[in-house]
């Protein structure tokens, strides 16, 4: 079972590397590269929008490029740095981001906040548990949660693109949110961010009162 201590020595050798480097780094991580094999083949990623691998709001990268033109190419996505897939850069890409800010990080899954706030078993989003990818139970618990509406939930239009945010009822003490972008006019909205909210009336505050625009690394 591949360990953090696994993640993080990959990421740091294929940080400063080539794409090819990056890929021949990636496939020692076992568990993860069957991850990514098998929602290549089960077409989970195509439920998910694209999204930006730099922080908004200091424009540092969550993760290095040759990681994730690695990751894009073992994953059969096209994409063009530094815009990718939501999907493959929420999960597999934030595992291989040690340093990236907590909006972004790793610890949703490894820790139990994000699954408690979704009424879920602690564990719920470990890694590598059980026989279900990561972005697997990401997708279902994301999906379920848009479809539910949650406590709270928004709707907006982005230069005709239709958003929508939707945030759970309080679960030991944290909650959950869920974001869905079209990525174009007039299509439906796809999947780009799970993310476990600590203080919702910020969040609450900013969806009420700001004017519209994409959130969350949407792209």
Not at 79 to 98: E, F, H, I, K
Not at 123 to 151: D, I, K, M, Q
Not at 163 to 181: D, I, W
């Amino acid at each position: 079972m591949a360990r953090i201590e696994d993640l993080d020595r990959v990421a740091a050798a294929a940080a400063n590397g080539t794409p090819d480097a990056a890929a021949t780094q990636l496939a020692a991580l076992d568990e993860l590269v069957a991850a990514v094999d098998a929602d290549r083949a089960a077409g989970t990623f195509a439920r998910w929008g694209r999204a930006v691998a730099r922080d908004a709001r200091t424009g540092a990268e969550l993760l290095p490029r040759p990681l994730f033109e690695a990751l894009h190419d073992r994953a059969g996505l096209d994409a063009a740095w530094p815009v990718g897939n939501a999907g493959l850069l929420q999960t597999y890409g934030s595992l291989l981001s040690p340093d990236a800010p907590a909006e972004h990080g790793r610890e949703r899954w490894f820790g139990g906040a994000l699954a408690t706030a979704l009424g879920l078993d602690p564990g719920a989003f470990a890694p590598w548990a059980g026989e279900r990818t990561l972005l697997s139970r990401a997708t279902e618990a994301a999906t379920v949660l848009l479809a539910s509406g949650g406590e709270f939930s928004w709707y907006a239009l982005v230069d005709g693109r239709a958003t929508r945010a939707v945030l759970t009822h309080e679960h030991g003490g944290s909650r959950a949110l869920a974001y869905a972008v079209a990525p174009e006019p007039g299509t439906r909205p796809l999947l780009v961010a799970l993310l476990p909210v600590t203080q919702a009336e910020p969040v609450r505050r900013e969806l009420d009162e700001a004017s519209a625009r994409l959130r969350w690394g949407a792209a």
